[in-house]
């Protein structure tokens, strides 16, 4: 069954500006995961919610073979602008529906503010959206946003999670995770709110199977 996307418009949120997380640079987190485990951001990389693709150039850069993937055609469209050099591809779709062309593609899934931006209802579509573009043994790794400090009564997007919750997500899906830490880097306002997790595709248990 199709789930019910949030009522975020995205593609109007970059129509007028209010992309407060779009800081035009890659986050530091990705060469502090690099440096901690040299060998492990290659192969076919799928970055879901790339936004204007900041992440997915980077890893183009280090010899990935990248594919952005967002539901918002601007976003598409600016990152496409953005990578003069065509690093990476960029497509526009949806995580929960996506064509049949990006399924069981990629070595690795590399997160960063798609699950945090999405309703917590959603999550669970949200990790059978990774797993099923991940080819067998495939590896998801990401920096989520654990503690978005809202003031009382706020709400998000952005969404926060507990670790515990996170791992949970992740396992409850038949992913095996292998590592998780709070990273030392971060955009400025970041550092110390966010959660490096590592995990390794397995059998999928009932919740998410395909
Ligand atoms: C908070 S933004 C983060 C963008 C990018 N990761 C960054 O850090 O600049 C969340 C992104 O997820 C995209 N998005 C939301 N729902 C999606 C879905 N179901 N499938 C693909 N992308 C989605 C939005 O369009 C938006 O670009």
Redesign the pocket.
């Known amino acids: 069954m199709k789930p019910e996307?949030?009522s975020?418009n995205?593609?109007e949120l970059?129509e007028t500006g209010a992309?407060p997380?779009?800081?035009g640079l890659p986050?530091p987190v990705l060469a502090e995961v690099q440096q901690r485990h040299p060998d492990l951001l290659k192969g076919d990389v799928v970055?879901?919610?790339?936004?204007?693709g900041?992440?997915a150039r980077w890893l183009a850069a280090q010899g990935c073979q990248v594919t952005g993937?967002?539901?918002?055609p601007l976003?598409i469209e600016r990152a496409q602008k953005l990578d003069e050099a065509q690093l990476a591809q960029y497509v526009q779709?949806?995580?929960?529906e996506l064509p049949a062309s990006l399924i069981e593609q990629f070595d690795l899934a590399w997160e960063?503010?798609?699950l945090?931006?999405?309703d917590p209802s959603?999550r669970t579509p949200?990790v059978k959206?990774i797993r099923d573009a991940l080819k067998p043994g495939g590896t998801v790794v990401g920096v989520f946003f654990i503690d978005p400090e809202m003031d009382p009564g706020e709400t998000g997007?952005?969404f926060g999670i507990t670790p515990e919750e996170l791992t949970g997500l992740w396992e409850e899906a038949g992913f095996t995770v292998q590592e998780s830490w709070v990273p030392e880097t971060g955009y400025p306002g970041r550092v110390g709110r966010e959660r490096v997790l590592i995990a390794v595709k397995g059998e999928a248990k009932s919740a998410v199977k395909s």
């Open positions: 996307i949030a975020t995205w593609n970059y992309t997380w779009d800081k986050t970055v879901p919610g790339c936004g204007t900041s992440d993937v967002d539901l918002a976003a779709a949806s995580l929960f960063h503010t798609c945090c931006a999405l959603l949200y959206g997007p952005p």
